[in-house]
């Protein structure tokens, strides 16, 4: 009955019919077991995917907690009678309540009878396999979701050797897969099915069956695995043909056009390019309509497009966003601890805007109303807060921000040995816009400790992350840590002679500047000297063609701003 009028009511009608339904059958749970017992588990797994919708409310959700908890309570034995297949409506049932402890404690039941049904899930579809993946996907960090996920990606790499299994899957099943592996990028398993799946995607007219969603799921997917040559490929693909379907971005829902966005950002081919600049058009287009967004799907959108900033549109479609941010400023409270970062990191890509400005200062109030809970926020994320607050330093709200944020990073002095090179480059910039700040210069001497004790993996650094350390070091030429830090980023620079010619000019210049603050070290000296070689006349123009080109400019047109004939500018130092 449940099922049959599912499919046939709409909208407010079919609203009112599931919560009745929910509530109805609250019901029948105290004759679970012995229905399970029966081999009659099928119509409560059915109904429970019915009522556990959204359009189910309050009701539906209080059903499939119950229900949770009977399955949750069920031994081995019985679990195993219900089946894989049954389970795996239950699993998309309870993922969509991922607060609700009944919900997580049933699925990892459910993960566990993967495991030890490993040999049966030979015998399910691929959309089966999809649904317990994606089910155990929402508790990643459970034991048993991992291990039942390794457990289903040896099953798609087998079914891989055995080609014909694998062409098989629906579309749907696929990009489903794939988004539940993304959930665990850091894990071999995973890696191998992803592989093997974008190759089935690359394989014929395979692109031509997946819709707007399926897309936006594989692309989402790939991206976690950025290294990977199939998954670049497929993404490609898939650029590709978004492209070629022209204006079918305008039936993208706006989750799905910041999960393409945000994936496509990854890479640097000119389909990813192209792509993104037809998405931002279609943004330009519904800007006003982002207050119904999801939180997450905005921070994308502005994440991804801030990896292209040279682009007009992506500049455009950002400043709405950034519009709407600011008119929707009461739910800043809502968004996660990573969306105010992306946030906050992709408005400062044009911090000559005036709206993206206004936002991140909106965004540094609710930064500061979450002062005791900083904790919260990964080190990552108070990094690319203090980076975008440090764009407009004048601002009284960003210059609170951060040394709030450095007050934070003091605290946790002793969690710097797990963070990222570019996290440490990127908090010791964004503190030097505020030198006069006591926190901030406790911030940047907590971490020129840290990259005292990684002096042995200094080669670890990029040439953009040692040029941001020196520069901001500088700011304190007082600190002993930070001139030692300094100096060992010389020693760094001097071993890579021969590699110079990949800082940019900007970086060089940082470089020169910082180490000049400590002309008594040696080893400062010396690398000033190396550079000034690696900048003579004579090899610079061959190098650095932007940077001569810029001053050229600048010269020949200061020329004739005082009615001077234009004259060549001399290379110079």
């Not at 790499?157 to 959930?183: E, H, I, Q, T, Y």
């Not at 945000?262 to 207050?291: D, H, M, P, Y």
């Amino acid at each position: 009955m449940v099922l049959k009028h599912d499919k046939q009511l709409r909208m407010a009608e079919h609203a009112t019919f599931l919560q009745k339904a929910a509530a109805d059958f609250l019901r029948f749970l105290a004759s679970f077991e012995e229905n399970v017992r029966a081999g009659k588990s099928w119509g409560f797994a059915a109904t429970c995917n019915a009522v556990s919708r959204q359009a189910g409310g309050q009701a539906g959700v209080q059903a499939c907690e119950r229900i949770a908890a009977c399955v949750s309570r069920l031994d081995n034995a019985l679990l195993n009678k219900v089946g894989l297949k049954t389970l795996s409506f239950f699993a998309t049932s309870f993922r969509r309540h991922p607060k609700v402890a009944e919900c997580r404690n049933a699925m990892i039941r459910i993960a566990e009878c993967c495991c030890d049904q490993r040999g049966a899930l030979q015998e399910l579809n691929g959309q089966t396999l999809a649904s317990l993946l994606n089910g155990a996907s929402r508790w990643p960090e459970e034991a048993a979701s991992r291990q039942a996920m390794i457990t289903i990606a040896c099953e798609v790499v087998r079914r891989a050797g055995r080609r014909a299994r694998l062409c098989d899957c629906p579309p749907r099943a696929l990009a489903n897969l794939v988004n539940g592996f993304s959930k665990w990028s850091k894990e071999d398993a995973s890696h191998q099915a992803i592989a093997v799946i974008a190759s089935e995607v690359l394989h014929g007219d395979r692109l031509s069956h997946f819709n707007q969603q399926d897309f936006a799921n594989l692309v989402n997917g790939f991206s976690k695995w950025p290294e990977a040559a199939v998954c670049r490929q497929a993404t490609l693909a898939i650029a590709a043909e978004v492209l070629r379907r022209g204006d079918w971005v305008s039936q993208f829902n706006q989750q799905d056009l910041a999960n393409l966005v945000n994936g496509f950002s990854k890479w640097r081919e000119e389909a990813f390019r192209q792509a993104t600049i037809a998405i931002a058009g279609e943004v330009l287009r519904r800007s006003g309509r982002f207050c119904n967004s999801t939180h997450q799907g905005v921070a994308n959108l502005v994440n991804g497009f801030s990896k292209w900033p040279e682009e007009a549109a992506s500049r455009q479609a950002t400043v709405a966003i950034a519009g709407e941010v600011l008119r929707c400023a009461a739910g800043l409270s809502d968004f996660a601890q990573q969306g105010l970062a992306n946030l906050v990191n992709g408005f400062s890509k044009w911090p000559q805007e005036a709206a993206p400005r206004q936002a991140t200062v909106a965004i540094a109030g609710e930064v500061l109303r979450r002062a005791p809970q900083l904790s919260r926020f990964t080190s990552t994320h108070l990094a690319n807060l203090v980076n975008g607050f440090s764009k407009w330093p004048e601002e009284g709200a960003c210059r609170q921000g951060a040394v709030g944020i450095a007050g934070e990073i003091v605290r946790r002095a002793a969690w710097l040995s797990d963070d990222n090179y570019q996290d440490l480059a990127n908090l010791v910039n964004g503190f030097s816009k505020w030198p006069e700040e006591g926190a901030c210069r406790q911030g940047a001497v907590a971490v020129a400790d840290e990259v005292l004790r990684r002096t042995d993996r200094l080669c670890d650094f990029t040439e953009q992350d040692l040029a941001n350390l020196v520069n901001g070091f500088s700011k304190w030429p007082e600190a002993a840590a930070c001139r030692r830090a300094t100096v060992a980023i010389a020693g760094e620079v001097l071993r890579r002679d021969a590699e110079l010619s990949k800082f940019t000019y900007q970086g060089l210049a940082s470089l020169v500047n910082g180490f000049n603050i400590w002309p008594e070290e040696t080893v400062c000296r010396r690398a000033i000297a190396e550079i000034a070689r690696e900048l003579q006349p004579q090899g610079f123009q061959s190098r650095y063609p932007h940077t001569v080109a810029a001053r050229r400019q600048r010269y020949t047109g200061s020329k004739k701003g005082r009615g001077a004939r234009a004259a060549p500018a001399k290379d110079q130092q």
